[in-house]
């Protein structure tokens, strides 16, 4: 993971409405599974 990937997702975060629902949906499942977060 670069540095350039982390800023471009939390410019994503902060470009929408719901950072948190938006934001789960394009972090790699090894990161975040995402059975878990639905």
């Known amino acids: 993971v670069t ?3 982390l800023m471009g ?3 994503f ?3 929408e409405k719901d950072p ?3 934001g789960f949906l ?3 499942p090894m990161e975040h ?3 878990d977060v639905k």
Request: aromatic share 16%; hydrophobic share 40%; no cysteine.
């Open 9 to 11: 997702m939390h410019r």
């Open 20 to 22: 948190l629902k938006e």
């Open 26 to 28: 394009l972090i790699p």
């Open 13 to 15: 975060f902060y470009n």
């Open 3 to 5: 540095t350039a990937w």
């Open 33 to 35: 599974e995402t059975e």
